[in-house]
């Protein structure tokens, strides 16, 4: 399990740290920075072996975290409990910086203390985490509320305490899809997916059994994907098939997998209840076409045109185009028609902003760019 | 060339679609909580020297609470950053006593951190602990029970016993989920503590407690303790009552919970097809998780079990069905997740190709994806090609080879050819695009194309010939030695199509030496080829080549290589066409698959790290053997199944003897009568070859069973030499102690030593394996003894490779001399040894196997063994078992004794038969001309051999008798 668990900043200078076994001695906290943070070349792979000892590594910002281990332990699990201490320590101070590190480690250790037992992850739900490790001190508290934490704390449903009481009992549900499309330079399409979430924002009261369908049609036929041949289509309504979906902790995994409907006794505030990965009938909101000429050696045209395909009456906010430029660009010269666009050397990248809200449909914009590199491309 | 660089289309789209209200009206309150983060540290990460440590001490003791926690906050501050604040013990360990409890955890976790450093200061934390673990808050008694557990204070551990076990049983869940924990740590300090006090029976009574969390962590502990466990046998044992506890609580616990019971479930075996079936189908849901690791646990226990149900039954198929879709999202989580999960897939899709095998298109490489992901996914979109899909691969592949990343171009080019290997009909589409990318004239992708090519020419011998001549058009750029060595392999391969192919190969021929190894030996075979199929012109040229291999080069493998192309030239050109110009066999489909025994066991830690490093555990982790994890054999194979079982627990990486030797006969020879050496039986051949694999060719010199006269004189001569090869008998075995680690690469400061003392033609020698484990290349290597016993010393400076790069080992002998000044050490045999390099000086201790200093002339008259056997007083005799002592059976076992001894300069002075039992007198001398004298007594049938040896210098028994349990045993 892990035995270790630093954060450094980008310097490589330790923030955190937090050692669980014995096999894990100071020199592994020198070890990291020497062959990771320090490394002459390019980090390879998160998964690190120095001498026996494996470090997991996470970069978030300009913080490194590093989880180190001499055993077998389960990689996927390392990382995403990893990932998790990110989420904890974001709902607690906010961003992830060296300040806010610095700032709160006290905080950080009593929360490391008490997510991390032995290198064993124990219950990381923040709202659990936020009854009892509050910076304060809780000697205040009745027998019975140590009790009622100590029971969620360790409980079936450990993501929501009991007692909770609202005037107003509202719910809201926000749908988020993420449009993942890969193109040929041909522009054929090669593979598209969209992944979705249904994020939640409960304020209900009590211990509420909630049920929760899309359709439940959709999720009947993505059961029934492979088994049967039958046409979703041939039922006449509309019908989503999904490939795959994943659900927070909260739903009850195998009465979806008998009966497949989704219930849940949700947790209080904001989580996300499911997310879902589909590949069949995809429009694609835009199309961007871009135009590659190379001028001479040193120099190069892009155009980039992009055209919307969804209707008339919906909006298109906040459109960001991202052209990656190569590494030895030298210089831009922009000519944009519609929105802003700027040269960002750091991110080698050309960003292309569309700052208007409506985006009319098979309206298109123009745009002309010249790199000149400082030397020949890959001379 | 940003047409290469694609451009995707990455819309952040959608934003909130639907906005369900319900019981609405109105906008919630945006209800964010404030979170009082105490008093900001401001002076948190300052120096501390003397004066601080003196302004902290008086700041702890101050009698105002709020100064004596930000005094303790500070203590831990310095702490982090790793000052030596152990000094403030005391005064930290008096603000324990405090109903504060964020101030009682932070001295814990100072506790923690410096207990082991301070024992007796620790003990005075013990009460307050005790004291802790009665507290009628829950959340107190479990962090006592908690920190306690990580003080690993012998002194401490004794108190914390009875604690442990009453917080075992405690009301409140969140104690005994702690406690559960708090076993493991105990057994991990003193296991047998654990096992004499009941822990394990309490812990295994928490399996079926009613809070699910508590099974979790009790299933953890269990599993930990069972690994580790010294008998390398389960202490607890699962039992499908247990099973079914554990998938009860899977259902309510944790997300970290669920991936400790998978993967404990994952060490079970059904007992039959129907129980595994039933726990498949509790498992199946798992796979909608939204935490990649029980995703990945859960993948590993159904990949395990399905091993048992029959391959063609409907209910495999399905879950086959069902396993793709999770595997396919765990693409689209975190970067270093996938990258995990990638590495599983790659051994999923080797296990179960027809997993994945439509989901060609998400292994896709993105562009902004880290190069640790496209690598990966390059890796299984090859093991994905197949027919159907190969025409979309090769115009992904095309695309990738004009990418930024060298690696990854390599890799990229590199599968186009492992395409054109596995899909025929693909092949000549391959081919073609690999021209276009020579055309490309980028340097090291027309050195990768150009190897790619050479593999390609194997498969399809007689084919894509007709590109030679674009390929030559780029022999000047060709700088690495693979690409060299592949372009010299085709030139010699097709020497008769290639007109000018004799010039080719003479350019490459004037900077002979300067050559890497690989592109020499390629050289010559090439030119020999070259000249059996063109003997009429060039014959200058062949001459030139074998003599540049066979008198300028030290090489031993060239020298060798071109020492059998002359013999075989000069005496029958014919036999030499037969063996250089033989038919090659075609290369395999898949050349880097794992070896399915490997496999098998990485898919039993599917999400484990050993799945990332595609290596046994027990290649990167420490100490424990462990045990070696299988996929249980189908139900219905039987008995089959236990012996292939069996045949997975044997490294099967070299291979058999006989049959090695078969091949080399066979192959390279091509039958007894063409072999310029056909003279020599095949015996000799025989013990050749298997000292070959025994380690050096050490004692083949001048040693017979058949006379136990002493070797008189070294030969020197190569010829003596061969002859002594050819004249050896049956195999002879000096026993060679395994290579031990001397200096961990931590301790060396990235340099990894390890060696052993080995005797070779009566020269004692140091074998060491120099591994750089550091990140720079290291260089000026010096070696240094200590004064010890036996006076032993280098006889020449130290050879290593220089410099080392990073990541490389290197052997090195070292030749050493007993003329060094004598210093006698504590054990007898102890060696202290400095090695010294650019980095640091690093020392060392090791032991010299005292078999290694026996000396060859230690054979005693029989008249002056028998005088100074009784001369030597009674009380410097010393008697030992040799217990179990392999072969004792046989009837010629004392024969077998006589004649390990004697390979390892124990000689036998006479032997005599006792009652039925045999009686062997033996003497040896050591390199400081000790004498000593041993009876041994061996009784027929007993694996039991008694010794008792004589000795003016008794102080050695102690190592001539680890000496003789080394060589009988080894």
């Known amino acids: 399990m892990i035995g270790g668990l630093f954060v450094y900043n980008h310097k490589g200078e330790v923030l955190i740290s937090r050692v669980y076994r014995d096999d894990i001695g100071r020199n592994a906290v020198d070890a990291f920075r020497v062959n990771v943070i320090h490394a002459r070349q390019q980090v390879r792979s998160p998964v690190t072996n120095i001498a026996r000892t494996s470090f997991f590594h996470i970069k978030r910002a300009n913080i490194w975290m590093a989880a180190v281990t001499k055993q077998n332990v389960n990689a996927a699990m390392v990382f995403e409990f990893m990932l998790k201490v990110i989420d904890v320590m974001q709902s607690y101070f906010g961003k992830i910086s060296e300040e806010n590190i610095k700032n709160n480690f006290v905080l950080i250790y009593e929360l490391l203390d008490e997510i991390l037992d032995f290198g064993y992850p124990q219950n990381t739900d923040t709202g659990v985490l936020k ?211 700027k040269y960002k050397a750091s991110e080698n990248a050309i960003v292309w902003k569309c700052v208007f809200a409506c985006f009319p449909q098979m309206k298109q914009l123009l745009k002309v760019i010249k790199f000149s590199e400082s030397s020949a491309w890959q001379d | 060339m940003l047409e290469g660089l694609r451009i995707f289309v990455l819309t952040i789209s959608a934003h909130s679609v639907l906005c369900i209200l319900i019981a609405l009206i109105g906008r919630p309150t945006t209800r964010t909580r404030n979170f009082p983060q105490g008093k ?156 004499d006090q009941g822990f394990l029976d309490q812990l295994k009574d928490l399996l079926s407690d009613s809070n699910p969390m508590v099974v979790a962590n009790a299933v953890a502990a269990l599993s930990e303790i069972n690994e580790s466990s010294s008998s390398g046998s389960p202490l607890v044992e699962m039992t499908p009552q247990t099973v079914n506890k554990l998938l009860t609580a899977l259902n309510e616990c944790t997300e970290w919970g669920q991936v400790f019971i998978l993967d404990s479930l994952a060490n079970y075996s059904p007992r039959d097809e129907r129980e595994a079936q039933s726990t498949c189908e509790r498992i199946t849901p798992r796979l909608a998780h939204a935490n990649a690791a029980v995703v990945l646990s859960a993948v590993k226990v159904l990949m395990k079990f399905m091993e048992m149900l029959p391959s063609d039954s409907e209910f495999v198929t399905s879950l086959t069905k069902k396993l793709a879709p999770p595997l396919v999202t765990l693409l689209s ?111 090291y992708v027309v050195q990768e194309a150009i190897v790619v090519i050479k593999d390609i020419f194997r498969k399809y011998p007689n084919k894509y010939e007709s590109i030679i001549s674009t390929l030559c058009e780029n022999l000047d750029t060709l700088d690495e030695p693979e690409a060299r060595a ?23 021929l004037e900077g002979f030496a300067d050559e890497n190894s690989q592109v020499q030996l390629q050289l010559l075979t090439a030119i020999v080829k070259l000249f059996l199929k063109r003997p009429s012109d060039t014959q200058e040229l062949v001459q030139q ?162 006379s136990p006269a002493p070797p008189s004189a070294l030969a020197a001569s190569s010829a003596a030499l061969l002859g002594d090869i050819f004249g050896a008998p049956a195999a002879s075995a000096t026993y060679v102690a395994p290579k031990t680690t001397w200096l961990p690469a931590e301790k060396g400061k990235g340099l990894d030593i390890s060696g052993s003392f080995v005797r070779r033609n009566g020269q004692l020698f140091m074998d060491l394996t120099f591994s750089n484990k550091a990140m720079q290349p290291m260089l000026g290597f010096a070696i240094q003894f200590n004064k010890n016993s036996f006076g032993i010393t280098p006889a020449s400076p130290l050879q290593v490779q220089s410099p080392l790069p990073p990541g490389v080992a290197a052997d090195a002998s070292l030749p050493l001399a007993t003329t060094g000044p004598v210093q006698k050490m504590e054990p007898l045999t102890t060696l202290q040894v400095a090695v010294k390099n650019n980095v640091d000086v690093m020392y060392f201790a090791c032991q010299i196997p005292m078999h290694a200093l026996f000396v060859e002339d230690g054979q005693m008259d029989k008249r002056v063994f028998l005088a100074t056997w009784k001369e030597i007083p009674a009380q410097n005799e010393v008697q030992y078992t040799i217990t179990n002592v392999m072969h004792s059976a046989d009837s010629n076992f004392t024969d077998t004794v006589v004649s390990r001894m004697q390979q390892n300069n124990v000689f036998t002075i006479a032997k005599r038969n006792v009652e039925g039992q045999d009686m062997l007198y033996q003497s040896l001398k050591l390199t400081n001309g000790i004498w000593v004298l041993n009876e041994l007594k061996i009784q027929p049938g007993n694996p039991n051999i008694t010794l008792s040896l004589k000795s003016r210098t008794p102080n050695v028994a102690e190592g001539v008798f680890q000496a003789y349990d080394n060589i009988l045993h080894g």
């Open chain 2, 545 to 706: 080549v074998l003599s540049l291999a066979t008198q300028d080069s030290d090489n031993p493998d060239l020298r060798d290589r071109g020492f059998i192309y002359w013999r075989l030239l000069s005496t029958d050109p014919a036999a030499a066409k037969e063996v250089v110009l033989a038919e090659k066999p075609l290369i395999s489909e898949e050349t880097d698959l794992l070896e399915p025994t490997l496999l098998d066991e990485l898919i039993c830690h599917i999400s484990s790290l050993a799945s990332v490093y595609h290596k046994p555990p027990s290649a990167f982790v420490e100490g424990r053997a462990g045990i070696r994890k299988s996929l249980p054999a189908s139900a219905r194979a039987g008995s089959e199944g236990v012996e292939s079982t069996e045949s997975q627990a044997a490294p099967a990486v070299i291979p058999a003897q006989d049959s090695l030797i078969g091949d080399l006969l066979s192959m390279d020879i091509g039958g007894p009568t063409v072999a310029p050496v056909a003279a020599a039986p095949a015996a000799p051949f025989g013990s050749a070859a298997m000292d070959l694999l025994g380690g050096g060719l050490d004692t083949l010199l001048g040693e017979t069973s058949s």
């Open chain 2, 333 to 443: 989580s975190e970067p270093e997740v996938q990258y995990v999960a990638l590495r599983n897939i790659n051994l999923i899709v080797q296990k179960r190709p027809d997993i994945l095998k439509h989901e060609m298109k998400v292994f896709f490489v993105k562009y902004n994806d880290p190069i640790y992901v496209k690598l990966e996914k390059l890796d299984i979109m090859i093991r994905l090609a197949s027919q159907a899909n190969v025409a979309q691969v090769l115009s992904e592949l095309k695309e990738y080879a004009t990418e930024v990343d060298v690696d990854f171009v390599r890799k990229a080019v590199r599968a186009i050819g492992r395409c054109a290997i596995k899909v025929e009909q693909s092949a000549e589409r391959c081919v073609s695009t690999l021209l276009d990318l020579i055309q490309t004239k980028v340097n």
């Open chain 2, 486 to 508: 592949s372009m010299i392999w085709i030139i010699g391969e097709y020497a008769e199509r290639i007109d000018n192919a004799d010039e080719l190969l003479e350019s490459f």
């Open chain 2, 40 to 195: 900001h540290l401001s002076v948190g990460f300052l120096v501390s020297d003397k004066g601080e440590i003196f302004e902290l001490k008086s700041e702890l003791n101050n009698d105002k609470k709020e100064k004596k926690k930000e005094a303790v906050k500070k203590v831990i501050a310095s702490m982090t950053v790793g000052k030596d604040v152990s000094a403030l013990f005391p005064d930290v360990v008096n603000c324990m006593q405090t109903d504060n409890l964020e101030l009682k955890k932070l001295v814990y976790l100072y506790l923690m951190n410096y207990a082991k450093s301070q024992p007796d200061m620790a003990i005075m934390a013990v009460n307050t602990f005790v004291k802790d673990c009665e507290d009628p808050n829950p959340l107190i008694r479990a962090l006592a029970v908690r920190t306690m557990g990580c003080i690993r204070v012998d002194k401490i551990t004794e108190y914390l016993c009875e604690p442990l076990r009453k917080c075992l049983k405690d009301e409140d869940p969140y104690v005994r989920k702690t406690a559960a924990v708090c076993v493991a740590k105990l057994y991990d300090i003193n296991s047998s503590m654990v096992e």
């Open chain 1, 131 to 341: 009854t009892f490790i509050t910076q304060q001190g809780i000697k205040s508290q009745t027998k019975e509320e140590q009790a009622q934490i100590t029971s969620q704390v360790t409980g079936q449903i450990g993501w929501r305490r009991e007692g909770i009481k609202y005037r107003r009992n509202e719910l809201f549900l926000d749908v988020l899809e993420y449009v993942n499309l890969l193109m040929s330079p041909q522009g054929q399409v090669l593979s598209a997916h969209v992944a979705g979430k249904v994020v939640m924002k409960s304020y209900l009261s009590g211990m509420p059994e909630c049920k929760f369908g899309i359709n439940d049609k959709i999720v009947m036929e993505a059961k029934g994907k492979g088994m049967t041949t039958e046409d979703p289509a041939r039922s006449g309504k509309p019908v989503v098939v999904i490939d795959d979906c994943q659900f927070h902790q909260c739903v009850k995994l195998s009465k979806f997998e008998t009966e497949h409907s989704i219930s849940f006794i949700p947790p209080d505030g904001e989580f996300e209840l499911m997310r879902y990965r589909t590949t069949k009938d995809i429009s694609l909101p835009f199309r961007v076409i871009p135009l590659v000429r190379e001028v001479g050696r040193t120099k190069m045209e892009v155009k980039v045109v992009l055209k919307s395909n969804f209707k008339q009456s919906l909006l298109g906010q906040k459109i960001e185009v991202k052209i990656p430029t190569p590494l030895n660009t030298s210089g831009v010269q922009l000519i944009c028609l519609k929105g802003k666009a």
